[in-house]
């Protein structure tokens, strides 16, 4: 008779519970969760169709943009639509291979969307501190790089993870009580030491986000040093606006990773608040990000209105 799923080294399957507790109204938390998901893809979508419509904004700031805009749309359609089936089927069942894999996405996704909002941070840096340069030191080529690099890193970065909770053995429950396969989550079913996959999910994803907001932090003194200089005051208030729009998403990014992964580990907090706050990690950004630009960001909210009214207009 061969083992059962419940006793081999390696499980076939994964069962994800939802929130804990809160199993009698998955069908009412699903109901947001679906909407700010539709509309993190509607908003997205389109800033994605105007950048790609509008040659004028083929420029490296918007190029890096519709970057965010990719990376949010993977790391919400990696984690919600299972997380609606779990609320609406009851369809909580992961192979263990699709579980590492959203595992895989959810982290990588988040490593890459550090790089990019480091990325957008020198390119103010160039267009206000160096402005004779921008073109030459932005290129095509400079931004591709820059979006390879940020590919490169993650799967860099976050592949050990994943080979690290491969090797280990789970010879006991395989229920995870989460929506989604995050890292912690499952490497505590497993029946053997994980210190090593505990501080390294830990240590690496925290090692690499406090560099990146180090030098987003000095890119942004010296702008606000360069901005002092500027004459004009239209000058710096166009400039200033325009690194609002680039804190508001870097708060949006940055506080919500922060607190889910300290949680995770560290935290006393109640399980359903946990995984709750962990969901809206992968819908809030998503869906503000593309919201925040193009609300604050003339250029983008002008090429939306001609992309998508110019049609109406011209059939009239």
């Known amino acids: 008779m061969p083992p ?3 006793s081999s080294p390696t499980p076939d399957t994964f069962i994800l519970t939802g929130v804990p507790g809160m199993e009698h109204l998955h069908v009412w938390i699903s109901i947001p969760f679906c909407c700010l998901y539709l509309g993190a893809l509607l908003a997205n979508g389109v800033l994605l169709a105007t950048i790609w419509a509008e040659h004028s904004l083929h420029q490296p700031m918007y190029l890096f943009l519709a970057m965010l805009a990719l990376a949010d749309l993977t790391l919400s359609t990696t984690a919600v639509p299972k997380a609606l089936a779990l609320f609406w089927f009851r369809a909580g069942r992961i192979s263990f291979g699709a579980c590492l894999t959203q595992m895989f996405f959810l982290h990588f996704t ?3 969307e550090s790089v990019i909002l480091l990325a957008m941070a020198f390119d103010r840096f160039v267009a206000i501190c160096c402005p004779l340069r921008y073109g030459a030191v932005l290129t095509p080529r400079a931004v591709a790089g820059a979006g390879l690099a940020a590919v490169l890193r993650g799967f860099c970065a976050i592949l050990p993870c994943v080979l690290l909770l491969r090797r280990l053995p789970f010879c006991g429950p395989r229920r995870i009580p989460h929506t989604y396969c995050e890292h912690m989550a499952v490497a505590r079913l497993a029946c053997a030491d994980i210190r090593a996959s505990r501080w390294y999910g ?6 690499v986000g406090v560099l990146d907001l180090l030098l987003i932090a000095a890119s942004y003194a010296l702008i606000l040093r360069a901005l002092a200089r500027l004459p004009s005051r239209a000058a710096r208030g166009k400039a200033l606006h325009t690194l609002a729009s680039h804190l508001c998403v870097l ?13 995770q580990r560290f935290g006393r907090i109640p399980p359903d608040v946990h995984i709750l706050l962990a969901n809206l990690y992968v819908l809030f950004p998503p869906l503000l990000n593309p919201v925040v ?3 604050r960001t003339r250029q983008i909210r002008d090429r939306v209105l ?4 110019c049609p109406r207009s011209c059939d009239l």
């Open 4 to 6: 059962s799923n419940e």
């Open 110 to 112: 988040s490593l890459v």
């Open 202 to 207: 830990l240590g690496l994803p925290f090692a």
């Open 251 to 263: 708060l949006l990014f940055y506080v919500p990773a922060a607190f889910a992964a300290l949680v």
């Open 293 to 295: 630009y193009g609300a």
């Open 306 to 309: 001609k992309v998508f009214a």
